[in-house]
């Protein structure tokens, strides 16, 4: 979108350069204002402006707002010495995750007002252009009401009268359930405007459109049914909470828009299954740009012709093969989500790192302990020994001694000598875990993979990578068919849809999701499939169980082995899982690697979700500028 803008306003100086001789620059206007009846009226003029609003669409998490966003909720470590308070004293402030432009609202309702005006404008630029424009307010008020609850929903440009007072201006909530009409039914009136199977998946789209239609239906669906869990949840004139009644017609609606896009009939859309190692292949989803790649639906689209980069590769690279040596492993993806990945036999269990008498494993292979589990795992993080651009990542913890001692050092650089020898070797990974926690390193024994890219010099500063953020892709849309079929007791519909989406991943034994087992299933299949995509705090909190998986509670070695599967397992404090090379020479595991559960040093704190977190706080500006807005609950 950025190369669009960026070629529309150079037509525009261009024009304007154009004077046919000396005396004319007198009737030139300034280059910089172009009038509204101007603007649209040329169809590269309108698209320089919503190529605007299309930048300023926001998203939970996203390559270029910075590696943060993806280290929390007990999914990750952040290795970084400016951003532990992430794992330490973690209680959200009840204004987290707050979002409240309505700068940006009425940019939305002018633009849609003035290309409704223009009479300049071909039809079908028009009727593009403006569904477009309801797309995107659309999709900016559902990311309001996932955060907020109901807020004031103004779909026309407010003109103040200059008669001193701003009563009529003041705009109170609606209800939260019509919010989310409002997205459902600009996404049933806009998706004929739009084009069927997009190439520029930057641009919204028919299936765009089904899949926020399908996505916002979901989660107004599962508040309305679980909100009846935490009836404190909620005001009284509906601006937060949805009745249990609704859910039904809200599951169906979500159902039937999703099955629009699996029948085909908005475009060719489907499971990315290209390259035959099925880890390398998920991995892939995420980086294939070109044609081949029908699983993307809407996303931010970078490009680095067009200047448009991010530096999330750089912040997040393994370290030894960096291409900034200040600039690496900050997001360490923890042992909670790496042990979560099923076997291929269907079943949850822990990495194994001791035998039934608790004695340690001795593997050959740093990769062994990982063997025949879910192809996402090794999609989705950089395990031990990753081959990564140029050489294998190098993460290890130290030596372990037949007596439990371990010689290690705080860097690799730093070397020590082991018993009986006297030559000094590198005792630690170059890309840790240290002792000592050293940052830009991983204090996980994981380094994330997804949206890592391995192009050259993707790591540099400066230079940065163009691999895009998915929005909207087509695995979201068979596990949100897969939940509200299971919502509404289609079991058998249910599991044909969330077992093609395991099946990519080398689950190929299907599951029958049952009335005991959905909610579960469906928990986990999104975490699996959709980890660090911005979901799993909307999720929990849609499904009303953030308060019992964050409880505030320190996690034990117990509770982080036992459990595994369950929606509500207890997932507050991100662990580790670190290899030791087993130093016994003539002892016959000698050189083999034991793997031991550690939680990182700088871990103190625990996540605490209270029940005033599941709507965001609407600050005292907001509320003293307008006192029709009403306060959330438990704040």
Known sequence: MKKILAIAMFSVLLSAESCTKDSDFLNVPPKSVVTTDVAFSDPALVLSAIGDLYNRQVDFSSLDDGWQTFTDFGESFPSDNGSYFIVQNRSWGYGSWAIWDYGYIRDLNLFIDNVTASTKLLATDKSRFLAEGRFLRANYYFELVKRMGGVPLITKSITYDNSGSVSNLLTPRAKESDVYDFVI????????????????????????????????????????????TTPQVSLPGGEVGIPASMAAGYYTKALTAAKAIISGSVGNYGLYQVLPNLSDNFAAVFLDKSSVNHESIWVEDFKALAGKTHAFTTNDQPYSVSDEATDAGRLDPSLNLVQSFEKLDNTFAPIPTTDASGNPIYYTDQQGPFAGRDARLAGTVMLPHFFWKTAFIDIWGGYLLPNGNIISSDDATHLATLPGTSAQVQVVGKDGPTPTGEPLRSQTGFYIRKYLDPATGSGRRGRGSDVN???????????????????????????????????????????????????????????????????????????????????????????????????????????????????????????????????????????????????????????????????????
Do not use: C
């Open 185 to 228: 039914s600009e996404a049933e009136a806009i998706k004929g405007s739009l084009p069927a199977d997009l190439v520029d998946k930057s641009r919204a789209s028919q299936a765009a459109a089904l899949a926020m239609e399908a996505r916002a239906a979901l989660y107004a669906g599962s508040i309305a049914k679980y909100g009846s």
């Open 469 to 635: 953020f998915i929005r909207y892709r087509y695995a979201e849309v068979l596990l949100n068919a897969a939940e509200a079929s299971a919502e509404l007791g289609d079991f058998d519909n249910a599991s044909i849809y969330i077992n093609q989406v395991r099946a990519r991943a080398g689950l190929t034994t299907p599951i029958t999701l049952t009335a005991g087992n959905y909610f579960d299933r469906m928990v986990h299949e999104r975490r699996a499939e959709l980890s660090f995509e911005g979901h799993i705090l909307f999720d929990m909190k849609r499904w009303r169980i953030a308060t019992k998986v964050w409880d505030g509670n320190t996690e034990s070695l117990a509770d982080l082995t036992s459990n595994i599967g369950s929606a509500t397992k207890r997932n507050t404090q991100p662990w580790g899982l670190y290899p030791y090379k087993f130093y016994n020479p003539g002892g016959a595991n000698d050189g083999k690697w034991v793997f031991k559960e550690v939680l990182p040093s700088n871990v103190t704190g625990v996540l605490n979700f209270r029940i005033g977190n599941y709507y965001s706080q609407i600050n005292d500006g907001i509320i003293s500028a307008n006192p029709k807005i009403i306060r959330q609950p438990n704040q």
